[in-house]
Structure formats: C-alpha cells, structure tokens
C-alpha cells in the first residue's frame, strides 16, 4: 500500500514572514519601549505561576526560556531588548541571539553572563530549580503557561506590559484576533470535517479539547475526533482510532513529511485508517502548528486548508 501514498504537505510559509506581519501591524501602533507613557512608572504583573513580579522600569535585557515567548517578544517589536533565548527557538529571526542551551536546563553560566533584568520561562507544575536559583541571584524570573488560546493573549498583554510595548500588544492581539476571524468566516456554513491530530505516535497521543490545537481546528471547519478526551495531551488506542475513522489525519512533522507518511501507511493500525486511502493525510510543519504563540492565526489557516483544501489560497 505504501508506494501509493502520497503525503499531502501545505506550503511552508515561514514563520518569520507572518511574524513580520504583525510586527508591521505592532509598529503601527508603538514606537518603541517609551511609546507607553506607563513606560516610566513601577511596573506589577502576576505571571502563571501567582507570583507577582515587580519591575522598577520596562525590562531592557530579556532572556527567553520558552519559544511561544521568544516568538511574543518578536511580534510586539522587543527583539532588541531580547539578549538570550534558548535552542528550542528556531524559524523567529532570532539566531543571531546567544542560546544560552535547554529550555528547561539552560546553563546558568551563560545565562547570568548576560546580565538580563528579566528571565521569561515555561511555568511547571512542582519544584523549578532554574527559577529559584535565579531569584536567589536577584533575578527577575517570569513564568508563562500557554495551553489554551486565553492563555496565548493573556501572555501578550503581560510581555507587553514587562517591556513597556503594551500599545504594540495591543495591536498584535487585535490583528491576530482579526486572522482567526476570517479563517473562522470563510469556513461558515461549511460541515465540520472530523480530524485526529497527532501529538505522538509512540504512544499514541493527540490533543485534548480545551487546548489550543483544537479550539484552532474548530475556528477551522473542524473536530477532533477525540472530543471525550480528558487529558491534555490524550492517549488513546489504536483500535478506537481505527474505529472512529477520522476523514483528515493533522501530522505535524520536520523536514521528512512525505517519507513519514509513508513509514506510517505501513504500521498495523495506521494502514487501516480511510485518511490513508483517500489521501487526506496531511504534513504538517511541526515547529509552526506546535508554537503557542501569536503565529496562531496562520496556524488556523494551515488547519482549515488541511480540512477543507477546496478553500487553499483563498
């Protein structure tokens, strides 16, 4: 069967040429980090995790940890306030900025030899060693959770605030707002298409409902396949898969989206979904569908091209 498959894979459009994008639209709304007139005054925000951070002035040395938050910082016109960044941001026009290495295990060496004013990273559940040491340093650590599209304005609205850009945040937030709407309306009155999204494959997993993944795929013309999931991701068997017969398979994939297709066409249980046979499985660029950012509004159109491809390029 695998040497009639054939992946059905979108046009990359770079990650950076949509946020370029909005950063005109940003620009359009802020000059810089003095646009604010609260640019000058204390600043106080509550990050993701409760804790309240306090800033005598917009932060002007940024470390990034978390690439939804690199790729914020970028949208809202802050990149030249961003001195580090870790090596999980790819495709953002950030490579000339030092990597201080893992995103959850930076090396602090690196880190603190850049002297930020304000360390942005993933909130986690439990113990956070890298935040603690930080702060018993005395520096700034902000912590971001993005799992839902909330969490994703919520968290511009705060980088614009700790960066003192909150109008280019603004500006951002509504133009991004703007994107899933039209997604949303070319897509009306269409029947939703039911779709499974691969988040991993050993073991099986796809995204729970209230995540961002499938609150893009409904603005989209879709639904998952999964809407009785409960966790965030969701494991699911293989035999209930084949049993609910998605009509689209969403795979996020690198740069192998063709040949992955094709080794999945060939796994007991994979082969024997519908989606293979009639070619709707559809290659997707991992490190653009999977960035919980403001790039969102061009993942839903990926996703409503993906489901109802008679409306590409529209």
């Given at each position: 069967?695998?040497?009639?498959?054939?992946a059905?894979?979108?046009?990359?459009?770079?990650?950076?040429?949509?946020?370029?994008?909005?950063?005109?639209?940003?620009a359009?709304?802020?000059?810089?980090p003095?646009a604010?007139?609260?640019?000058?005054?204390?600043i106080?925000?509550?990050?993701?995790?409760?804790d309240?951070?306090?800033?005598?002035?917009?932060?002007?040395?940024?470390?990034s940890?978390?690439?939804?938050?690199?790729?914020?910082l970028?949208?809202?016109?802050?990149?030249?306030?961003?001195v580090?960044?870790?090596d999980?941001?790819?495709?953002?026009?950030?490579?000339?900025?030092?990597?201080?290495?893992?995103?959850?295990?930076?090396?602090l060496?690196?880190?603190?030899?850049?002297?930020p004013?304000?360390?942005?990273?993933?909130h986690?559940?439990?113990?956070?060693?890298?935040?603690?040491?930080?702060?018993?340093?005395?520096?700034?650590f902000?912590?971001?959770?993005?799992?839902?599209?909330?969490d994703?304005?919520?968290?511009?609205?705060?980088?614009g605030?700790?960066?003192?850009?909150?109008?280019?945040?603004?500006?951002?937030?509504?133009?991004?707002r703007?994107?899933l709407?039209?997604?949303?309306?070319?897509?009306?009155?269409?029947?939703?298409?039911?779709?499974?999204?691969?988040?991993?494959?050993?073991?099986?997993?796809t995204?729970?409902?209230?995540?961002?993944?499938?609150?893009?795929?409904?603005?989209?013309?879709?639904?998952?396949?999964?809407?009785?999931?409960?966790?965030q991701?969701?494991?699911?068997?293989?035999?209930?898969?084949?049993?609910?017969?998605?009509e689209?398979?969403?795979?996020?994939?690198?740069e192998?989206?063709?040949?992955?297709?094709?080794?999945?066409?060939?796994?007991?249980?994979w082969?024997?979904?519908?989606?293979f046979?009639?070619?709707?499985?559809?290659?997707?660029?991992a490190?653009?569908?999977?960035?919980?950012?403001?790039?969102?509004?061009?993942?839903?159109?990926?996703?409503?091209?993906?489901?109802h491809?008679?409306?590409a390029?529209?």
């Amino acid at each position: 069967m695998s040497s009639g498959i054939r992946a059905i894979r979108l046009p990359r459009v770079p990650r950076a040429a949509a946020l370029a994008a909005l950063l005109a639209l940003a620009a359009c709304g802020d000059a810089g980090p003095r646009a604010d007139a609260s640019a000058s005054n204390p600043i106080s925000v509550v990050d993701d995790a409760g804790d309240t951070l306090r800033l005598a002035s917009p932060a002007r040395r940024i470390v990034s940890l978390a690439p939804n938050a690199t790729e914020t910082l970028v949208a809202i016109g802050a990149l030249p306030q961003l001195v580090g960044r870790s090596d999980y941001d790819t495709g953002l026009g950030v490579d000339s900025v030092a990597s201080v290495g893992g995103a959850l295990d930076p090396s602090l060496e690196r880190l603190v030899a850049l002297r930020p004013d304000l360390v942005i990273g993933w909130h986690s559940a439990g113990a956070n060693p890298v935040r603690d040491r930080l702060r018993e340093m005395g520096i700034p650590f902000l912590a971001v959770r993005t799992t839902d599209t909330t969490d994703i304005f919520r968290t511009l609205g705060v980088l614009g605030r700790v960066t003192g850009r909150d109008a280019s945040a603004d500006s951002v937030a509504a133009a991004v707002r703007g994107q899933l709407a039209a997604v949303r309306a070319s897509v009306a009155g269409r029947p939703p298409r039911t779709a499974f999204y691969v988040v991993g494959d050993e073991p099986l997993m796809t995204a729970g409902p209230t995540t961002f993944t499938v609150q893009l795929m409904e603005i989209a013309g879709g639904r998952t396949a999964f809407p009785d999931a409960t966790g965030q991701p969701q494991y699911v068997s293989m035999e209930e898969l084949v049993r609910r017969q998605p009509e689209v398979i969403l795979l996020p994939v690198g740069e192998s989206g063709e040949a992955r297709v094709v080794e999945l066409s060939t796994r007991p249980g994979w082969r024997e979904l519908n989606a293979f046979r009639t070619r709707r499985v559809v290659a997707l660029p991992a490190d653009a569908v999977n960035r919980m950012g403001p790039g969102i509004g061009e993942t839903a159109r990926r996703f409503r091209d993906a489901l109802h491809p008679e409306l590409a390029g529209r």
